[in-house]
């Protein structure tokens, strides 16, 4: 608009000149002056943020990642600019995947691969992100258009494909196998797949991916009646996969197209879908920049606020082969795990060792002490390490008096060989 | 713009007309088309959603309202169209009040009243809402022009004040007090506050503005260093008041502009932020069209997932003069309360005695029956009314075991005074 503008100046500037009445001049200089007010109400017309090189934690009103970079000064975060390496896929753009998508555009992540097949429609209002202007367009461009404006920095990668067709589940394989945005080793060439879709078939597409490419995902879901929802944390092999504990109706084998009846939409919310999105992201971030606890599911029952939480482990018996094949590597490199978390271990109590010698704070005010976890109680309470508080009896013994057994009369006895257990075995039952 | 680019079109026709030079005709002829062009241009600008008369239930993609109006066929909302009714107050656009603000209109509220001073900055990029061409307009400027794209049928009202101050905090009032929207008999002219702030001084101001107006009101906030965030509930009399439990660094007098470091910016993330915009929402809407649970307090822990809830009574020593009145409005209206309570409580159960007549499933493929908590179960496994399932034993006796103690060889003995109770205890003793 601006060259158009600019080339009319020069219009009627050559025509000024060319123009041998000098009583036209002043119709020339007021189309002149409007050309001038037109310029500049195009110029009020949006300009771009500029791209950033690096992350500053400089306290200006100008710099966008201030309020991120602060979270290192707090605390939070060790290195808040790593972000920046992390590649995010995000597959269906709706009422929880566009706000997980510029929640992380905003937050600076490296890169987005957004995966949707279908358009904005008005309908879709009643949630956050897309924009009545932005009605026809599919939500893959609508999103770029978007999360581009709001943060230059970020690569949006944009897949305007159905994951269930074959076509779509071959382009969604190989967007994840790419390792050109950051050169690795092993894995996909994501970081993190983010499943914000609304239905099971296109859950299991994931899931079989995420199986095959053995490819840390979460799951997303809010209810048909709009006020609940949850996340899900899967890692292939450790954790329950979506076809380990298949839901009823899929189990007694229902289509569940056939349960979707005409002229019903389901119900939905901008504040539920929003809570979701929020607990996902909160929980890419804790995941991808190693603070705080992943939740390996998290539920939100809106009507009493209530957020239930569990842990799924794997069913040996799952359905899902690249499942299966998982779980094995995950019980094979079980050793392996044991020797880097005993290693991790010492070294922390080695650098806690040698950190000792300083005290940590030097005002005492309450005069409280640390009592070292393994130094043997002085308490006269009994003989157990973990002693409960008063009036609290145990119904099982603990751990540690299982591997100990203390047979009466027999303190100290050393256990050399299985026979040795044995005898001591007899002489229990004999008492 | 079209309106210059029209004008512009008029007087290179006039000029045209005047120019006795043919040759000059294709100058102008070519300056024509540039108009034309420039009109194209400008009239790609987008157009705006038009408004709604009555919201309809109407499954098409057409109709922004359908999902929302499903919470009525879901059974979740009574009526949802009363929400074109209410008037909520947002005080605060930031990065919880912005997002609260576009979940609201995009429900459809009746009214929004928007109170900030601030302008939006580049910093402010890390929360959801604000778009970088935004920078520099004010908040509430910012605010209506997204809000009223979003949803042309909400009613906004924006007032570009400090409630801190002496003349922001007259405006506030008044504008809380205007009845003009939906005229009441009692009570304010809104429906709810939402506090939105960052401080506790403006928070304490609206606490007094609404102990004065006897406005129920909810609380927000978010923790400095990003990863926490709560709402609130607060009834004038009937809860806590937000002077009735003064935090520490205040009730030991020190100002908090002094706990403010120069150059240190607190943390902020979009997550956290869309999280208690979200929660404070969907209180907000369970609180207007009465349906769930609305939460007194809600804390949100993001490291562990921790949502905290409790409830806080009124100090009866609370230090505002507003809160003590209404405290004692409170226990004085205790009486009429009752009785509305009982006359409910009687009409809800004639309601359910007649409905009692129509059994609610005709469907019944799984023979299940209702039994009647009243009557003595007929079951054979014990005399304990609530048998365990298989396997399970319990550590301690029931509550109803408690309450007939059985002796061995002492069955349906009737204990009748305490008398009796010594002699059977002394029984069991001598066993």
Redo the contacts between chains.
């Keep these: 608009?601006e060259v158009?503008?600019k080339?009319?100046l020069d219009?009627?500037l050559?025509?000024r000149q060319?123009?041998?009445?000098p009583s036209?001049h002043a119709?020339?200089d007021?189309?002149q002056l409007?050309?001038d007010?037109?310029t500049h109400?195009?110029k009020s017309?949006?300009?771009?943020?500029t791209k950033v090189k690096d992350m500053s934690a400089e306290?200006?009103?100008?710099?966008?990642?201030?309020?991120?970079m602060?979270?290192q000064?707090?605390?939070?975060v060790e290195n808040y600019e790593r972000i920046r390496e992390f590649s995010v896929a995000i597959v269906g753009i709706g009422g929880v995947g566009s706000?997980a998508a510029?929640?992380l555009t905003?937050?600076?992540i490296g890169r987005l691969l957004l995966y949707d097949y279908d358009k904005v429609?008005?309908?879709n209002?009643?949630?956050?992100f897309f924009?009545?202007?932005q009605v026809g367009m599919t939500k893959t461009d609508a999103a770029v258009q978007t999360l581009s404006?709001?943060?230059p920095d970020v690569v949006l990668e944009s897949y305007t494909l159905n994951i269930t067709t074959v076509q779509g589940f071959e382009t969604f394989m190989s967007s994840l196998e790419n390792k050109t945005f950051c050169s690795r080793k092993e894995g996909s060439g994501v970081d993190l797949v983010l499943s914000c879709v609304d239905n099971y078939e296109a859950r299991m597409v994931v899931n079989q991916a995420c199986n095959e490419l053995n490819q840390t995902w979460m799951e997303s879901g809010v209810s048909?009646?709009?006020?609940s929802g949850h996340i899900q944390l899967l890692i292939p092999g450790e954790t329950a996969c979506f076809a380990c504990a298949p839901p009823l109706v899929v189990a007694s084998g229902v289509d569940e197209r056939t349960l979707k009846r005409e002229?019903?939409?389901?119900?939905?919310?901008?504040?539920?879908m929003?809570?979701v999105?929020?607990?996902l992201?909160?929980?890419t971030?804790?995941f991808l920049l190693g603070?705080?606890?992943v939740?390996p599911y998290?539920g939100y029952s809106?009507?009493?606020?209530f957020?239930p939480?569990m842990a799924m482990k794997p069913n040996p018996q799952c359905s899902n082969a690249a499942c299966l094949e998982r779980q094995k590597e995950y019980i094979l490199a079980k050793p392996a795990r044991d020797a880097a978390a005993k290693a991790k271990m010492e070294a922390e109590a080695s650098a806690a060792a040698s950190a000792g010698d300083v005290p940590l704070h030097v005002d005492n005010e309450w005069d409280i002490s640390v009592i070292d976890d393994n130094e043997p109680e002085k308490s006269t309470c009994g003989t157990s390490s973990d002693a409960l508080p008063e009036g609290l009896t145990r119904?099982l013994p603990s751990a540690d008096e299982y591997q100990k057994p203390q047979p009466s009369g027999a303190t100290d006895t050393t256990i050399d060989d299985l026979e040795d257990l044995r005898r001591q075995l007899d002489a229990l039952n004999a008492d």
């Design positions: 608009m158009e503008l080339e009319m219009d009627l050559s025509l060319s123009l041998s009445d036209l119709s020339i007021q189309m409007r050309v007010r037109l109400l195009a017309v949006p300009v771009r943020r306290v200006v009103d100008t710099n966008p990642y201030s309020r991120l602060a979270l000064r707090m605390g939070i706000v510029e929640m905003r937050c600076g429609e008005l309908a209002m009643n949630r956050l924009r009545p202007e404006d709001i943060n048909e009646d709009a006020v002229g019903v939409c389901a119900a939905s919310l901008p504040t539920t929003g809570v999105a929020g607990l992201v909160q929980n971030l804790k603070f705080g606890h939740s998290l809106s009507l009493k606020d957020f939480t119904e």
